[in-house]
């Protein structure tokens, strides 16, 4: 286990190289347990959700090469129906049931433990799974949810394509029907289907590698049915949410920091509210730039919404921006019953905010202070490091490894940009910088 430190006060000024988007990776790389050849995938984040991913598909079978820095090769010829991963793997990542749709649709059955990932207020497993369940038995499946396990069966025989309607727009549970319903004997129609662009991106790679998904990006998707795929080359969009975070840590300090390697009009839900908090935000092709001066930065109303609306995956983020911004702000929470897990921490700092069920009222102008906090969820660990970029004093952060779940090389990106944050062990110091300036040093031991 390890912690951060973040000295808190420093402008940070520069240029950030998005990393490719953590939510679509995982969906791409439990993907390939369809395809009946090599994919070979570029721009793969080195996050911990990732790592685990893979780890699952080594134990069903695949064979996982890393050729170049954030590429791979994966072949999943060698996969078998009744392949199962270590049911520790499963816990760890919430798109670790992503195999399940993938290996019910190639060979018509599949078992996976009930998967991990942030708990947000649904149970054991944090997330719930009916609308996966509910469109994998409309392509005919039978299926089982008992003894932390989840199975799927058609019996070896080929799904068939249905129309099914989402009660809820849910992202896991449309990629998990377009899996199962890739290989179904004739037409799938998905209606109030996701339109984030980890969906996109997913179809995109799928019809790579000779599936035929249409209308992703829309409310409605068509999926026709194939008899196999059979590999190629894909690479994966930039992460929507880790440019975000950047964005909101340039307003936090007052500093300058363009985001390269972005789509911008993926980041429209987020800086259009970013532009209403009085940051400046400049296009420039795959570049977007965020500038602040953080004494002018104003409250706003913030509520949560599938894409297009504004990203729940940045809720934390922003409702710690208005902690420091000036008036009083609102964030309501209209994706998740229980993500204002964090706010304690913020309280910790000397925030002032309240809390009243999917609501929070946010006192702005409030001096934070460094404390010990803990990241309680991947993004709400984003939020705590912006925090303790914007406080005075230090700030320690323990577990730091839900942040790296989903920002690749966080501690070197923010140094880069000017951040004064170290790493630490529970022991001993591990990565370390000369506070007074000048130089580097190892305290305790390097390891």
Known sequence: MKHYDIIGGERLTGNVDISGTKNAAVAIIAAALAVDGVCYIDNIPEVGDVTTIMEILTCLGALITRVAPNAYSIDCRDVKPDAVARVELYGKCRASYYALGALLGRFGEAIVATPGGCDFGYGSSGR???????GFEALGADVEHSGG?????????????NRIYM????????????LAAVFAEGTTIIENAALEPHVVDLANFLNKMGAAVRGAGSSTIRVYGVDRLVGGD???????????????????????????????????CITSKLSDMGVRIEENGDCVTASSARKRLRSTNVKTAPYPGFPTDMQPQ????????DGTGKVTEAVWDNRFQYLEQLQNMGAIVSQSGRDAVIEGSAK???????????????????????????????DVWEIERG?????????????????????????????????????????
């Open 149 to 161: 396990w989840i199975r799927a069966v058609n019996n070896g025989k080929k799904l068939r394509g």
């Open 407 to 447: 920002y690749e090389d966080i501690v070197e990106k923010l140094r880069r940009l000017g951040a004064n944050i170290t790493i630490h062990n529970d022991i001993e110091v591990v990565e370390t910088s000369d506070i007074a300036g000048g130089g580097s040093r190892a305290e305790g031991g390097a390891a």
């Open 128 to 134: 719930p799974i009916d609308q996966h369940i509910k």
């Open 368 to 398: 934070l202070t460094g404390a010990p906090i803990i990241a309680t969820d991947l993004r709400a660990g984003a939020a705590m490091v912006i925090a303790g970029l914007a406080a005075e004093g230090v700030t320690r952060i323990s």
């Open 234 to 268: 894909y690479s994966i969009l930039p992460d929507q949410i880790e440019a975000g975070t950047y964005l909101c840590m340039a307003a936090a300090t007052g500093g300058k920091i363009t985001v390269r390697n972005v789509v911008p009009r993926h980041l429209y």
């Open 167 to 178: 009660d809820v727009v849910s992202v896991g549970a449309t990629i998990n029907t377009i």
């Open 318 to 325: 922003i409702t710690t921006l208005l902690c420091i911004a």
